[in-house]
């Protein structure tokens, strides 16, 4: 598609089982970031990928989170068993390449919104 | 530590008047610096960016905005604001690593 696609769209867990959150960036696009959106939060940056190089992992809350992208394109966000505080939107973003470098417009996808019960 | 500060929670204007949507940023250098909007239950679209050059900047939907180095600030405006523009507007700075680091938002409800 011509914009960054994630899926699920809406998701509804129990404490404690794990998640995984899917994201196909924009075609072409290097760099693929995760932020997560709370209430009353804003947004929070979590983590990011340029091509091969090692992620930018500093944003990530707790270790029960962790990404990869595979084959440098799509990438998943797995939370290990989430708790209520985990309840967000989780929004995937890409970029030709690092925004920081080029200032490239990053782009968003329309988000996974999770709701843990 | 680098910061973007939005510092109204919620605006309410009149549709048909001018809108001023605040933003300051903490920064050494100059960063790159981003206007977002986030209509409800949407994903955020890129309205206009400063990188150099010009400071008073032409994004989509009728919106500019103005950088000013001296006052580290980066102010969103529209002269005439339509029903269609509520939504919450996000400023945002890339700081070199490459992340965008965000402001907390500012809700816009636009009075009939």
């Known amino acids: 598609g011509a914009g960054v696609s994630q899926s699920p769209s809406n998701k509804v867990t129990e404490k404690g089982k794990d998640v995984e959150l899917r994201c196909d960036p924009i075609?072409?696009?290097?760099?693929l970031y995760w932020y997560r959106q709370s209430l009353g939060q804003g947004l929070e940056f979590l983590i990011y990928?340029?091509?091969?190089?090692?992620?930018?992992k500093s944003g990530l809350p707790s270790d029960r989170f962790s990404a990869e992208r595979t084959g440098g394109s799509v990438s998943t966000l797995t939370i290990q068993r989430t708790q209520q505080e985990d309840s967000a939107v989780y929004l995937c973003?890409?970029?030709?390449?690092?925004?920081?470098?080029?200032?490239?417009?990053?782009?968003f996808g329309e988000g996974s919104w999770l709701t843990v019960v | 530590a680098q910061s973007v500060t939005q510092p109204d929670i919620h605006i309410t204007v009149s549709e048909g008047a001018s809108l001023e949507l605040r933003c300051n940023y903490s920064y050494g250098a100059t960063p790159y610096l981003f206007w977002y909007v986030q209509s409800p239950g949407q994903g955020l679209q890129l309205l206009l960016k400063?990188?150099?050059?010009?400071?008073l900047v032409q994004g989509i939907k009728g919106f500019e905005a103005e950088f000013k180095r001296s006052q580290s600030s980066f102010n969103l405006r529209k002269p005439s604001v339509h029903w269609s523009d509520a939504a919450e507007y996000f400023c945002?700075?890339?700081?070199?690593?490459?992340?965008?680091?965000f402001g907390k938002g500012t809700k816009l409800s636009v009075k009939p």
């Open positions: 973003a890409s970029s030709l390449v690092l925004s920081g470098i080029s200032g490239n417009t990053i782009y």
């Open positions: 075609s072409g696009h290097t760099a």
């Open positions: 945002a700075v890339t700081v070199g690593q490459g992340n965008l680091i």
């Open positions: 990928f340029q091509g091969n190089s090692a992620p930018d």
């Open positions: 400063y990188f150099s050059g010009d400071t």
